[in-house]
T-cell receptor
């Protein structure tokens, strides 16, 4: 079993919908959680960063961490065609530890 | 403009040939990383370096080599020992935290 599980998709939704992307993990020591967005044939870019449990909001994006369930989510409100990309989750046990990556979920927003 | 540059963008390798991928950063980051990305598999760590003149193997180091002679530069050599080198290669750097910033990537194809 992988340490971090992420559904590869593709997930296809209509423009304007609320999107929910998720990762589950098995290592209870993980404390730092990140979401990266990767457009086709480009490098990933950091989207959201959270420490420990709770929610973090940035514009149309909300990152949620539930450590008791070992489950993290990224919500995208009012989705746009420009949000079409692969979304990668990453996490680590400490600030000086290596990141453990999910496989990425391909998201398609249909106009 | 601060950032990470990778060159070339596309690279073709013949059987039995070594090739070197360039990665340069002007972010003054101490740590640098090389990842390999294959379709549907997320990011796999090849090598990382936390300080000049020191580097460690990642999960898939066989068939690859690196050097870190300068803080700004972390070149990756794909040797002929790497039997399946066709992939998208990503370089990243971080300031001794777990937040990594990525370059645009190099797509390597074996002919």
């Amino acid at each position: 079993q992988k340490e971090v599980e992420q559904d590869p998709g593709p997930l296809s939704v209509p423009e304007g919908a609320i999107v929910s992307l998720n990762c589950t993990y098995s290592n209870s020591a993980f404390q730092y959680f990140m979401w990266y967005r990767q457009y086709s044939r480009k490098g990933p870019e950091l989207l959201m960063y959270t420490y420990s449990s709770g929610n973090k909001e940035d514009g149309r994006f909300t990152a949620q961490v539930d450590k008791s369930s070992k489950y993290i989510s990224l919500f995208i409100r009012d989705s746009q065609p420009s949000d079409s990309a692969t979304y990668l989750c990453a996490m680590s046990a400490g600030s000086n530890y290596q990141l453990i990556w999910g496989a990425g979920t391909k998201l398609i927003i249909k106009p | 403009d601060g950032g990470i540059t990778q060159s070339p963008k596309y690279l073709f390798r013949k059987e039995g040939q070594n090739v070197t991928l360039s990665c340069e950063q002007n972010l003054n980051h101490d740590a640098m990383y090389w990842y390999r990305q294959d379709p549907g598999q997320g990011l796999r760590l090849i090598y990382y370096s936390q300080i000049v003149n020191d580097f460690q193997k990642g999960d898939i180091a066989e068939g690859y080599s690196v050097s870190r002679e300068k803080k700004e530069s972390f070149p990756l050599t794909v040797t002929s020992a790497q039997k399946n080198p066709t992939a998208f290669y990503l370089c990243a750097s971080s300031a001794m935290t777990n937040t990594q910033y990525f370059g645009p990537g190099t797509r390597l194809t074996v002919l």
